[in-house]
């Protein structure tokens, strides 16, 4: 296992409409896969400041509705690949981080080698990773794997006026 860390603070993910009533979930990210996940393996990415949130939303789409949410975290068992020394323990090359997971997965039909990252990570027993934004230079983000299954690995959304929706029908006409 490589080195891990704790990582505390607040925290942005912007939310689809139609998962915004679960804000903890993983199930939008179970669902196709995502760039540290695939598909049937829950994710939950988040951002480290509320910029990178959008423009990770956003990806190449361009603007489309969502819902910015901030959560409080407390997370440990964080491999923190933004550090070189932490990566080159994991094992790790940079170009795994960047490759293009979408043509791999969708495009060639093969198995990008962000997911097997992710896969080989979480088997050995890591909640999580911090990585560099791909959308947002300056950017980090977070992805879990496990995320409130003990009181070493909490995150909370901050919904203090309870605006979130409660269901996915909430808010519709």
């Known amino acids: ?27 939008g990210a179970a669902s196709r896969g995502g760039r540290f996940n695939p598909p049937g393996m829950k994710a939950l990415y988040m951002s480290e400041d509320f910029v990178t949130a ?18 409080e975290v407390d997370m440990s ?15 790790v090359d940079l170009a795994d981080l960047h490759c293009p997971w979408k043509h791999i997965a969708l495009v060639l039909r093969e198995r990008p080698p962000s997911w097997d990252l992710a896969t080989r990570l979480a088997q050995r027993g890591a909640a999580g990773i911090r990585v560099p934004s791909m959308r947002h230079p300056e950017g980090r983000n977070l992805v879990l794997w496990r995320w409130n299954d003990s ?7 901050l919904d203090p006026l309870g605006d979130l929706p409660r269901n996915r029908e909430s808010g519709r006409d």
């Open 1 to 27: 296992m490589p080195p891990t860390s704790r990582l505390r603070g607040r925290l942005w993910r912007m939310l689809a409409p139609k998962w915004a009533h679960q804000p903890l979930s993983g199930e």
């Open 54 to 71: 959008v423009a990770e939303y956003e990806q190449e789409l361009g603007i489309r509705p969502g819902t910015l949410c901030a959560y």
């Open 77 to 91: 068992g964080i491999v923190d690949l933004c550090d070189q020394a932490t990566r080159l323990a994991a094992g």
């Open 151 to 157: 009181p070493e690995r909490r995150v909370e959304v």
